[in-house]
């Protein structure tokens, strides 16, 4: 993930300790304004709070582990470097996940220009973010396994203007409002892409719900 800056040397373990507990409780335009204000700190709080669920995003936007990774890094370099760009005008979520989309965009438009696709997405066991359930079954667990790749397979499958909505709505859980702002179009249209992109998926995984 992102390379950190070095600070323990600034703060003793007591202090640094206290310090990110006090950062935690900020809201991410608090953490962004601090890190502005020279607190690399609250730029590790930063990357903490969003490594897990940028990576999410990217890697069901491409499918493919290298390229999510390298792009999430890219992104906190981006946010590191151009933490001044930042203004309180736009909520700070909206901000980073424009940068991720943006990069996540590019790379797909390059492979394209190299007619380079994944040949296979990571399997949902081989996730290092994800925490697994131990409580439920081997048999359960396989399953579960089993229907994350079918569905991620699916969502690949849509057209990319679809597939950035869906992921953005219904995984990431961000508002109509924000993913709007995010890709930049009409509110109206981004609700009739969610529609659409629910009704295509919901065709094609209608063989696994009904055997559920």
Known sequence: MAKKTNISTKYSPIEKE?????????????????????????????VKRYKNQLFNFVFRFLGEYAD???????????VFRKRRAYRKVA????????IAGNLAKTELRRRKKRNVFPLSTLGYEDRDYEISDESLSPETRTNTHMYEEIIQREIQALSPKFREVIILRDIQELSYEEISKIIKVPLGTV??????????????????????
């Open 91 to 98: 909520k700070f979520s909206t901000w980073i996940y424009t």
């Open 191 to 212: 609700k009739s892409r969610v529609n659409r992109a629910r009704l295509k998926l919901q065709a094609r995984l209608k063989f696994l719900l009904d055997n559920k």
């Open 18 to 46: 206290r310090l990110q507990q006090e950062l935690a409780k900020l809201s991410d335009e608090e953490l962004i304004f601090r890190f502005q204000d020279g607190d690399l700190l609250a730029f590790d709080e930063i």
């Open 68 to 78: 999510s990774e390298d792009i999430v890094q890219e992104t906190f370099l981006r």
